[in-house]
């Protein structure tokens, strides 16, 4: 891509933003590249739980907490942790979701935490010491998300917390869980009734199991069953109270990033299906000057820079720290549309790839399409479905309640 292009590409970004993705991509190719195949055909946690480390030490799990921040860059924000979801992304997914989960544990705690929350549990974060996993959905409840179960109940010190959560990002190998639990139902109405609690994974019956799914191999997920867990008072984010506040907070950098692993995901399958177009022949020339290619290649394009636009926005809305509520609205859009767009581009490079785009690496091309075709099927659901994303938008522009 020529230096033109590449700066339309990154409008709206800082110099030293563009200067942040050119150390994200220096990190990606050399840390996550030379593994990115290993992970997908072993499932290996392990590679990502070491590239994890390696973001802790190279100042990368800090980006959107700048009282940790110790990188070169002035003003750190959730624009530059998109920009690196964005980035690793492009080349393999699976780490990518790990580290965002602890990127949104971070958000809440951050929000919310008193010294003793930052110093213990988003401090070993930051580092790459330790992982989290947020623990919003249960086996009833999935988008209707206020009519959570789990519930946690102050006796003397401590918080008592039984439940089960499930599709838990990180479940069996998160060291930090910030389970979201109704503290007291009498106040549903006035939204108080969740407050967000932090358990560690050592606490006595705290336990997990994992699920298997059709992508993002490597990567790990599943249920947590909390059986009368005891955790500190001081445990508790914030107030008693606040759980949906701080989860609102959460939500808008998590569906921001989602659209910036979606980017990524899209622009990897993007640009191998534009390699293919340039090198395969059929009726004498080269596929990329058909015009059934071309229109889908300028249509992909298109849609890429508009799904890019719509993040950069809100990531930098978020970073200004405008009113959370004010920006559900922003986060939504961007999420709703890189996670659909995304998948349209992802199918189309798959189809501009033909046969080859369904095989594993290939057939020895290395080009990777299936695997980002299967990768970027969970985004219109997990952290919020594109139904919800559009009750959202749509209650924002109609300003009313609307049915669900
Ligand atoms: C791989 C993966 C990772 C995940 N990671 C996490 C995590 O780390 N932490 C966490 O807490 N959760 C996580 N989730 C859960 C995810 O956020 C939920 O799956 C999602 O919010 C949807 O909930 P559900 O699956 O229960 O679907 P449901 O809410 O049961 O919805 C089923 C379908 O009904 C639709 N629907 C629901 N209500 C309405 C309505 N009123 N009108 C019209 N249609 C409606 C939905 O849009 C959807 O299509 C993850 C899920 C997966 C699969």
């Given at each position: 891509m020529n230096e033109e292009t590449e700066y339309r590409k990154n409008w709206g970004l800082s110099k030293e933003d563009i200067e942040f993705r050119n150390e994200a991509k220096r990190f990606v190719s050399d840390q996550i590249s030379p593994v990115a195949d290993k992970i997908e055909e072993n499932d290996d946690f392990e590679l990502i739980r070491e590239i994890y480390k390696k973001m802790g030490k190279n100042n990368l799990l800090s980006l959107p907490f700048k009282r940790y921040y110790k990188g070169w860059?002035?003003?750190?924000?959730?624009?530059?942790?998109?920009?690196?979801?964005?980035?690793?992304?492009?080349?393999?997914?699976?780490?990518?979701?790990?580290?965002?989960?602890?990127?949104?544990?971070?958000?809440?705690?951050?929000?919310?935490?008193?010294?003793?929350?930052?110093?213990?549990?988003?401090?070993?974060?930051?580092?790459?010491?330790?992982?989290?996993?947020?623990?919003?959905?249960?086996?009833?409840?999935?988008?209707?998300?206020?009519?959570?179960?789990?519930?946690?109940?102050?006796?003397?010190?401590e918080w008592v917390i039984n439940g089960k959560k499930r599709f838990i990002t990180n479940a069996g190998e998160s060291e930090l869980n910030l389970?979201?639990?109704?503290?007291?139902?009498?106040?549903?109405?006035?939204?108080?009734?969740?407050?967000?609690?932090?358990?560690?994974?050592?606490?006595?019956?705290f336990s997990t199991k994992q699920y298997k799914y059709m992508g993002r191999r490597g990567f790990r997920n599943g249920e947590i069953i909390l059986d009368n867990v005891r955790v500190p008072k001081e445990n508790l984010v914030g107030n008693q109270g606040d759980g949906h506040k701080i989860l609102m907070t959460q939500f808008n950098t998590e569906r921001t990033t989602i659209a910036g692993q979606c980017i990524g995901i899209a622009t990897g399958a993007f640009e191998e299906a534009k390699d293919f177009a340039k090198k395969r022949e059929q009726f004498g020339s080269i596929i990329a000057k058909k015009q059934?290619?071309?229109?889908?290649?300028?249509?992909?394009?298109?849609?890429?820079?508009?799904?890019?636009?719509?993040?950069?926005?809100?990531?930098?809305?978020?970073?200004?720290?405008?009113?959370?509520?004010?920006?559900?609205?922003?986060a939504a859009m961007a999420k709703m549309y890189a996670s659909e767009t995304g998948k349209e581009i992802v199918d189309s490079s798959l189809q501009i790839l033909g046969g080859e785009g369904w095989t594993k690496f290939g057939h020895g091309t290395n080009y990777h399409v299936e695997r980002y075709y299967r990768d970027i099927r969970i985004h219109t659901i997990g952290g919020g479905t594109t139904t919800m994303q559009k009750y959202i938008i749509a209650s924002k522009e109609l300003e009313m309640q609307l049915d669900l």
């Open positions: 860059l002035k003003d750190p924000g959730v624009i530059n942790s998109t920009l690196l979801a964005e980035e690793v992304c492009r080349v393999s997914a699976a780490p990518g979701i790990a580290f965002g989960a602890s990127m949104f544990i971070g958000k809440a705690l951050y929000t919310g935490g008193s010294d003793y929350i930052l110093e213990n549990f988003l401090k070993p974060i930051t580092t790459g010491e330790k992982l989290g996993s947020i623990c919003i959905t249960e086996p009833t409840v999935g988008s209707d998300v206020a009519n959570m179960k789990t519930h946690a109940k102050l006796v003397g010190n389970i979201y639990c109704v503290t007291d139902s009498n106040l549903i109405a006035k939204r108080k009734h969740m407050s967000a609690i932090v358990v560690e994974n050592s606490a006595p019956g059934g290619i071309y229109f889908k290649i300028a249509e992909m394009a298109t849609k890429l820079d508009a799904a890019r636009l719509l993040c950069y926005r809100v990531a930098k809305m978020i970073d200004e720290k405008l009113p959370p509520r004010s920006l559900m609205r922003e």
